[in-house]
DNA sequence: CGATAAGCGAGACGGTACGTCTGGTCTTATC
DNA sequence: GATAAGACCAGACGTACCGTCTCGCTTATCG
């Protein structure tokens, strides 16, 4: 999230603003994460270093913007059915970690440990949004019937969110195999949920 | 794995081999990964720079190798049911993953993407034996009858160890609660492949 | 000789190139040529390494320019004869060596010879200037009948030079009795040219 | 000077005494003072960095006792003149000067200045020597009656030595030239002495 | 003869400096 | 006041070298 201009003096270019992430994300896939340096991209953006710190604190500010897209905050439409929801959830996570590149995302999140602001940031952006649309559809579920109880959101959500993550970054598996991935593990996580309630 | 060394000549110091190991897991508990510097382990360790480059490549092997211990092999012992052979699998994965401190687990995830050799060396001992361990536990299941064929071990590995790689890496999950929450894992895994055939 | 700067960007701090000048002298007067070190340099003065190495390719050329001063060029007005010329030269070229402490002439010395680019330098700056001056002289005493034919640059050079370099770089004189032993050397130089022609 | 061995045990090898001052030679010819590396010494020798430091204590020894050949500690023969005398004295140390590549002897200069013992023994040594036969000259000649009283030794002895030095470590003058030059330099020095009392 | 002492090649060791690189900030002149 | 260029501080990185030490071995003299 680029830092806020007052209004006053010489607007931003925002031609500067696309530039800095195009740029950004080119390098990356040219270099890798760890071969990104911000001196890399002013220059090949043909703009000063200071015009990217001043929208951003940090490299890692920088990277976080260029490459997690400003991402769903909406839960899934109701389908219907919780199998229906999980899938659809599922497949919106497995987006986002397809989004980039397994070393981007390796990076990211080791300078998200680095650096608490952006630690919280990233908390409170992505994993919130996530962890309420879990909430939502595991309460639909509650509603419709489905489950006796609401199960610990917490849990479901490392169901769903962590063999896709491990899949893409430990795993460093086919992405092609992804559709047909994440339908197992939302069908997994139905069938434990429907079978036995998790805590 | 340390440069090896020809027998000739005075042979390396196995104190100062525990000294780097030591100093680093030291170091990385204190400052976290980001704020661990060679010059701080060598100055702490009471010894030379040249002695732990002697030994490893780049200081990201120095932080593989005290960190990532040369671990387990062997997959766990027949339980006499998968359930049961999941769930000590599942405990052997968590016990892995909970002996290095989130930052550290992220650090590490991203220099084996930024090496490739490290990356390599990676895929080869840690993810290899996991790997191994989960076809024996599956294949246990398929003489017993338990399944009607051998699931894919990858997606299977992914259910397993992406749920706990989630659990501390990315929700910073409390690990009091890792105990339950691996049952949780192992249970679901063992309810779907009982249930349908995994692909 | 400092890299030179394109004009745009922020400029050099001139500020800077002071500071290493200065603090370099007093280093190498407290410590010596041996002692000294780019790091303390760069700690006493309050800068960072890389605005000396920006300016600097090597630490031996920031110690020659800090030490060899950039020295006059003028040959010594006339004196109206051969022996006031010589007198007034060789007083020139012991106040060039005196400048320095004979450690550090010595350890230039040796860096000379040891960088190509640096002894190029040099020879050009300090010895050709020097050379020239030899020769005008020279030149002055033929005009004025003094001498029957220009004797070799060179060897005039030499043995004008030679005998200082020789009591501050190898012997260790007194430098109190540099004055009166400049005399000397100019005198014995005279009286070998005016006697016989020196080749 | 090489550190002495009390005669019990197995013997120093005499091999290796030679093989470390004709390596380091050629080392020094090959990659120039700079370049030399007691490694590199020991290595082309086929020989351990021990054996070189139990003969030499530092590097600068060792360079010192294969370059500075035990010189000549002998005033030169009586000539029956003054001149005579000076011309053979500024001989043999033209030689001495000549026994080493330029960058050799400046490197050696500067290490003279950076280690005390060195500098000490160098001065006892070679300097010591040199000026006794500075002295022994100047005597005979005071003796013979050709010069009134004995002039200051320093002087004269920086009178032959400087422009020889200056020829060979600053002007890089042409070595073929040398027996001339010497001859020049002589004969300036025994004008002025038997001119005018010098000091 | 065996014990003792030292030499030897190889190379590890602690220490220290080098020169490079990067991140994030600051300073010009220009727009 | 934003911009491009680039200087600035701080400090880590990995390399090189020095002089010392340690290993296993060899080679002499002494008891």
């Known amino acids: 999230m680029p830092k806020p201009n007052r209004g006053v003096g010489r607007p931003r270019n925002s031609d500067i603003d696309l530039a800095i992430v195009c740029t950004t994300r080119e390098l990356l896939a040219e270099r890798g994460y760890a071969g990104l340096t911000v001196d890399a991209v002013a220059?090949?953006?043909?703009i000063g270093k200071a015009a990217i710190y001043r929208r951003y604190k940090t490299k890692q500010e920088m990277i976080f913007a260029a490459t997690v897209h400003d991402l769903w905050e909406q839960p899934p439409p109701d389908g219907g059915t919780l199998r229906a929801d999980l899938l659809a959830l599922t497949r919106t996570i497995?987006?986002?970690?397809?989004?980039?590149?397994a070393d981007v995302l390796a990076g990211l999140l080791a300078?998200?440990?680095?650096?608490?602001?952006?630690?919280?940031?990233?908390a409170e952006t992505f994993l919130e949004s996530e962890r309420k649309a879990v909430t939502a559809v595991l309460e639909r579920a509650v509603t419709r019937g489905e489950l006796a109880s609401r199960p610990e959101a917490s849990?479901?959500?490392a169901l769903l969110l962590g063999p896709i993550l491990a899949w893409v970054l430990i795993l460093d598996g086919d992405r092609g195999e992804m559709p047909e991935f994440t339908r197992t593990v939302a069908e997994a996580t139905a069938a434990t949920l429907l079978l036995r309630p998790t805590s």
Chains 1, 2, 3, 4 share one sequence.
Not at 111 to 122: C, S
């Open 155 to 157: 849990t479901v959500h």
């Open 111 to 122: 300078d998200i440990y680095a650096d608490k602001a952006l630690g919280t940031r990233f």
């Open 43 to 46: 220059a090949r953006a043909g």
């Open 94 to 101: 497995a987006a986002q970690l397809c989004g980039a590149p």
